[in-house]
């Protein structure tokens, strides 16, 4: 069942509202769980692969629709976040997500209450922050060369101090 866009229940009014409140807030996560709600395993080998799977349509359609519920300037900061979208060698699928976000014209209550439950359940799973994180919060706001220098550095030095004996006075 679909419904237009400007005639939706109170529920699912609230549901957006909620849902939208959260991304402007937390844009770079966001976009980081809709990217793996695309590519649950994301290793970039299978990130090919994956995007001819049967499963991979109704992902694309659940992300797709998450991004059109919400306000437009969070939609392009979420998109512009989406490093499976800013790969310029990959213009078919680029197409595709905008394709896809082209076709939809009505507000499918089931397809969008499906896609929130998918984007709760990554979100609650979500580790609170790692390494993952912080290179995809650091990338967003100093760039990516920025960010793998710095994680280079830190990992050298993580190296160059557990190579260091714990005591070297030689007394305990």
Known sequence: MSIPYNQKSALSQMLIDAFSSYAEKNTALTAMILEK??????????ETDDKESDGFSDRLKKVVHLIMVL???TASEIMGSFRCLSDEEDLDFFDMFIFEMARIDNFNPCLFSDALGGFSSLESAEPFGGIDRTR??????????RMIDCINRLTENLLAS???????????
């Open 37 to 46: 709600m695309l590519f649950p395993e994301s290793d970039d080998a299978q």
């Open 71 to 73: 306000p437009e300037k």
């Open 136 to 145: 995809i919060i650091g990338e967003n706001a100093f760039g990516t060369k």
């Open 162 to 172: 557990s190579e260091k004996p714990d005591d070297e006075s030689g007394t305990h």
